[in-house]
């Protein structure tokens, strides 16, 4: 069974672009979580969906950042326009129904400059 | 507000020896705890989880223990190796097993030979 994954797995940017993530979570899990690590500090919760619907985003840093998950399966987390202190490794999770065990994906490297 | 801190930020010890790493965290009023490793330009791998209601989880040379009334878990690998060098990464769920993850900075390991 494949597991989470994310693409793509490095991205450099100049500050004021735009760059959207994306993530594919096991096959079949409603719960669909992104995480960021900035340089030196822990992982931060960013959102959480339950399906299609955002469960809670309260961790989200500011508008210039969009998450969905249209239908329920993958979801794309895009930054417009970055900043260079939007450097870091996203991550992303996913839990079945009900919640359990969160798996997560490799990451996405980030790097604004 | 729940924190989570481990301590020490980073451990270097020879081949062989066991070794302890320490989590805490301010709110007791938990879920569950995870214990997770991360390696150099990867993701996440789950260690061990334990559910509020458990004092501790085993798994091969692995041991977690949970005192949640203290506020405290620990980590304990048992004949280190060169292999189990990576950054050890202790996390608390609050309400459900689907609510946020909250992680601590984590705890640098390195196994010298």
New interface residues.
Partial sequence: EAG?TQFPSHSVIEKGQTVTLRCDPISGHD?L?W?RRVMG?????LL?F?KESK??ES?MPNNRFLAERTGGTYSTLKVQPAELEDSGVY?C?S?PQ??????????T?LTVV | KQE?TQIPAALSVPEGENLVLNCSFTDSAIYNL?W?RQDP??????LL?IQSSQREQTSGRLNASLDKSSGRSTLYIAASQPGDSATY?C?VRRY???????????TRLSIRP
Avoid at chain 1, 41 to 45: L, T, V, Y
Avoid at chain 1, 98 to 107: L, V
Avoid at chain 2, 96 to 106: P, T
């Fill in positions: 989470v719960n979580y995480y500090k822990e992982i931060k919760f959480h339950v469960q809670d961790g991550f999770a839990s009900g919640g359990g065990e969160a798996f997560f994906g490799q990451g490297r | 989570v995870q997770f330009g990867k993701g996440l791998t789950s989880l990464l996390a459900s097993s689907a609510s946020k993850i909250i992680f601590g900075s984590g």
